[in-house]
């Protein structure tokens, strides 16, 4: 009797290992992603991403990948990324500055001409512990820089001078509006899928926005007829999953994650430039080409530096670290060659 009760039980215990559910790390591991416009130019580095993530899990990591906007606009990402109506996603903090002010640092017009230097300098920015709080407190783990997208002036009518800018319409967001302001000129903070309407009606005659790559894939170029083919500033673009998911992963996806999330810092820029080829080309057949005078560009780069003390001192006075960010900002985007 007793060895007919061990032999039931070893059956028992060999059919339970075959009926019972894989543990999690050999289980497929689904990660809803959510892109708050479609198929693009914001979103090239994150599908790069999830392609390589994929690929190096052996298909135990697949993305559910969400295009178009159906669970809310590029301002509601943060806060749906931390309650979870998603795993992972773009923002951007100019569109939240209220929530990542110190990270919105990056967003601080004409800190470099170097584009890659600035998104290898937002990515170790993004590390350090006074700005990776702002992710936390959102229940976020950041990732890597997705787009890093150039943002330029494209008007209805020629701007060539200050004086041109003060008669436009001019929409502005992040370290445009900062600058322009200091200047005491006025803008309008349209949100970006209002935009194009906007610039048709004339409500707005001037915008300064991602341009060329964005300009082109959301016909702006059709719309204005002059564009200031120089980077006022570059558009911080986040990549971070909710940060619950994130501790759930096993530690070898945690890895591979991180380590594929190191080299898009890289490949976002090197995708986007190639997106801008194109670009460029359509919009020099579309647009004429009309920047500032190079007198006045004196005129804009002579505020530059009181805009971005300006910045840290309205950090200062909400009690956040204000100027050790933006002296620590500087400091690694020179160490890039920024």
């Known amino acids: 009797m007793k060895s007919f009760r061990t032999l039931f039980a070893s059956a028992l215990v060999a059919v339970t290992a075959l009926t019972a559910p894989a543990t999690s790390m050999a289980e497929e591991i689904d990660l809803k992603y959510h892109a708050f416009t479609g198929v693009g130019p914001s979103n090239l580095a994150t599908r790069w991403f999830m ?19 159906p669970l809310g606009k590029l301002s509601g990402q943060p806060e749906n990324i931390k309650v979870g109506a998603f795993d992972m996603g773009e923002f951007s903090p100019v569109y939240n500055p209220g929530i990542f002010p110190l990270a919105n640092v990056t967003s601080l017009p004409f800190m470099t001409d170097n584009p890659m230097a600035h998104a290898q300098a937002g990515h170790e920015l993004f590390k350090t512990p006074a ?5 936390t407190a959102m229940n976020q783990k950041y990732l890597f820089p997705g787009q890093w997208g150039s943002i330029q002036l494209l008007s209805h009518d020629p701007i060539r001078t200050i004086d041109d800018l003060k008669a436009a319409k001019i929409r502005a967001h992040g370290g445009a509006a900062e600058i322009l302001k200091q200047l005491d000129i006025s803008v ?3 949100p970006w899928g209002e935009l194009p309407a906007a610039a048709e009606r004339k409500v707005v005659t001037a915008a300064i926005i991602g341009a060329p790559a964005d300009a082109y894939a959301f016909g702006f170029g059709e719309i204005f007829s002059y564009w200031d083919n120089v980077d006022w500033f570059y558009f911080p ?13 096993p530690a070898d996806v945690q890895e591979v994650m991180v380590q594929v999330g190191n080299e898009t810092v890289a490949q976002a820029r090197n995708l986007l430039e190639a997106e801008e080829i194109e670009a460029r080309e359509a919009l020099h057949r579309l647009t004429e080409v009309v920047n500032l005078e190079p007198a ?3 005129k804009m780069d002579a505020v ?3 805009t971005w003390q300006s ?7 909400e009690g956040l670290p204000g100027q050790a960010v933006l002296d620590d900002f500087l400091v690694i985007l020179q160490k890039h060659g920024g």
Do not use: C
Not at 52 to 68: A, L, S
């Open 311 to 317: 910045w840290a001192d309205a950090r200062e006075a």
């Open 188 to 190: 309008y903070g349209i």
């Open 296 to 298: 006045e560009q004196a």
């Open 304 to 306: 530059r530096d009181a």
């Open 51 to 69: 392609d390589e993530v994929e690929k190096r899990t052996d298909g135990k990591v697949k993305f559910t990948r969400i295009f178009g906007g």
């Open 237 to 249: 673009m986040p990549v971070s999953i909710n940060l619950d998911t994130w501790n759930e992963l």
């Open 131 to 135: 700005v990776e709080a702002e992710f």
